[in-house]
């Protein structure tokens, strides 16, 4: 794919993603995303057959950590960059797709959500791994963490859609998954890193 369709196809999941988050999963169409694009119906589908390959293709990216770990960046650095990214979704309702997200699941695509899932937990784990390796972070069993860290984002989610949310829950679920993974005895975190 060319940087122009690259550019275009980026162009169209942004532009999707607010309408997803605005209007859940079931109200949008292909005829709202032409017009918020500026898009020809045969430019768009030339890129996305449907409003579902869009959506999927917008859950399906992630939050890359990787290469930031095979640079040894900090783990304490990319932990806070991950949860701004987070807090920054929980405080804004109109990006959380939340609803999208449950009526796109009750189609059944439940497989979809299972292996976003399990590139979540696989994602966490890895820099919950690097950061104890590192001495940033606490002994923790990287598992339990991971899903505490995880559901616990999943239910402030889905519940900023239905509940009036400010920064402070925000902030509660950063400072808690800080309490659980940053070394508590005494050191800064940072100083053993990399």
Known sequence: MGDKAARTKERIREAAYGLFAEK??????????????GLSRGGLYRHY???GEIFAEI?????????????????????????????????????????????????????LFIRIHEKAVKRWISLIRYGMETGEFRDVNPQQAADCILYYYQGLRMWSRVIPFDSR?????????????????GHKAGMHGK
């Open 49 to 51: 057959s449907g409003t």
């Open 59 to 111: 859950l399906s990216e992630e939050y890359t950590i990787a290469d930031r770990i095979g640079r040894g960046e900090s783990a304490r650095a990319i932990l806070e960059d991950m949860l701004e990214a987070i807090q920054s979704e929980i405080r804004n309702k109109e990006l959380s797709l939340s609803l999208a997200i449950y009526e796109y699941a009750n189609l059944g695509k439940e497989e």
């Open 169 to 185: 829950q925000a902030g509660h679920y950063a400072d808690t998954v800080r309490q659980m993974l940053l070394d508590t005895d």
């Open 24 to 37: 859940g999963f079931k109200e949008v169409t292909m005829t709202d995303i032409c017009e918020k694009t």
